[in-house]
C-alpha cells in the first residue's frame, strides 16, 4: 500500500496570490496535481491534512475543487486552522466520508493500513485542540481493531518542535492523546502537517511526523536562532509506504528543476 500525503494547500479565490500577495498556491498544487497523476507506482489514496484553503471561505473551496479535481487518485481531507468546517463540508458534500454533522474525523477501511483522520480544528484559534470528546472517539476508533497496523492523521501536530512561535500554535491536548495513542500499539504512525516543515520524534510508542507544505515553508528558526518567516521552497509530497510489516516514509520535492539522471546500466 502506498499513501501519499499533501499539507496546507493554502489555496485562495482564483486568481489571488496568498503569502504576503507573492505566492500562486493554486499553481503549486496544480504541479503537485500532476506530480501526483504521474507518479509511478500510483499511490492508493491521498491525504490532504488541513489549511486547504486560506480563509475558509466557500470561493476558496471552490478554486480548491477546481484544481485538486484534477487528481485522479482518490483524496481525503481533514481541516486545519485556516479552514471552516460547515464551508468545507458544503463545498464537498459528495465527499460520502466527512460526517454531516459535527467534527470532521472520520476512518478509512478496506486496507491493509487503517487510516484515522482527526479534525483538530478550533474555530477562530491558530492552535488546534484535542478535547476530550475528541479523545474518547480516538480511543474509541483504536479500541475497535487492536491488531490492524493504523496510521493517524491530523493537521496540528501533537508535540513541540523548537520553533517558539510555533510550538505557541501548536495542539492543546496534545498530551493526553499521546496518552491514549500510548494504550494503542497498533499505531504505526502519526502524520501531522500545520509546520510547514519536515520534523520527526518517537512519542509515546509510536512515529510522529510532519509534512513540508505544498505551499512555501516556515523558515528553520529553532530556539530564536534565526528569521521568523517563510522561504518560498518548492512544494512538497509525503509518502507512506506500507512494507515488510512497517511503514516506511519518503519525502519528496515536486520541482521541475530537478532534472532526472538516470544511472548506466550495471556492467555483467
Ligand atoms: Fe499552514
Ligand atoms: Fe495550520
New binding site residues.
Given amino acids: 500500500m502506498l499513501i501519499a500525503h499533501i ?4 489555496l485562495r479565490q482564483e486568481g489571488e496570490l496568498a503569502f504576503m500577495e507573492k505566492i500562486d498556491t493554486a499553481e503549486r498544487l496544480a504541479r503537485t496535481v500532476d506530480f501526483l497523476n504521474e507518479f509511478r507506482p500510483r499511490p492508493d489514496l491521498v491525504l490532504a491534512t ?2 486547504l484553503v486560506d480563509f475558509g471561505k466557500v470561493e476558496e473551496y471552490r478554486n480548491l475543487r477546481r484544481v485538486l479535481d484534477r487528481l485522479a487518485i482518490p483524496v481525503y481531507l481533514i481541516p ?3 479552514d471552516h468546517r460547515d464551508n468545507l463540508r458544503a463545498v464537498y458534500a459528495d465527499h460520502t466520508y466527512l460526517p454531516k454533522s459535527g467534527f470532521l474525523h472520520y476512518v478509512i477501511e478496506g486496507h491493509p493500513v487503517r487510516l484515522i483522520g482527526l479534525d483538530t480544528l478550533d474555530p477562530g484559534k491558530v492552535t488546534g485542540l484535542m478535547c476530550p470528546e475528541r479523545l474518547a472517539w480516538l480511543d474509541a476508533r483504536l479500541g475497535e481493531a487492536k491488531d490492524k497496523p493504523t496510521l493517524v492523521f491530523m ?1 496540528h501536530p501533537p508535540y513541540s518542535v523548537g520553533i517558539a512561535q510555533m510550538d505557541s500554535y501548536g495542539c492543546i491536548g496534545g498530551e493526553a492523546m499521546g496518552s491514549v495513542v500510548g494504550k494503542h500499539p497498533q499505531v504505526e504512525r502519526v502524520v501531522c ?4 516543515r519536515a520534523t520527526t520524534r518517537r512519542w509515546n510508542g509510536t512515529v510522529v511526523s510532519s509534512t513540508p ?1 505544498t ?1 512555501p515553508e ?1 523558515l528553520l528558526n529553532i530556539h530564536n536562532g534565526g528569521i521568523w518567516g517563510w522561504g518560498e521552497t518548492p512544494p512538497f509530497v509525503g509518502f507512506y509506504l506500507w512494507q515488510d510489516g512497517g511503514i516506511v516514509s519518503h519525502l519528496t520535492q515536486v520541482d521541475p528543476r530537478v532534472s532526472p539522471h538516470a544511472f548506466p546500466p550495471k556492467k555483467a
Fill in positions: 499539507t496546507d494547500l493554502h488541513g489549511d486545519g486552522n485556516h493537521h502537517g500545520h509546520l510547514h507544505a505551499a516556515i
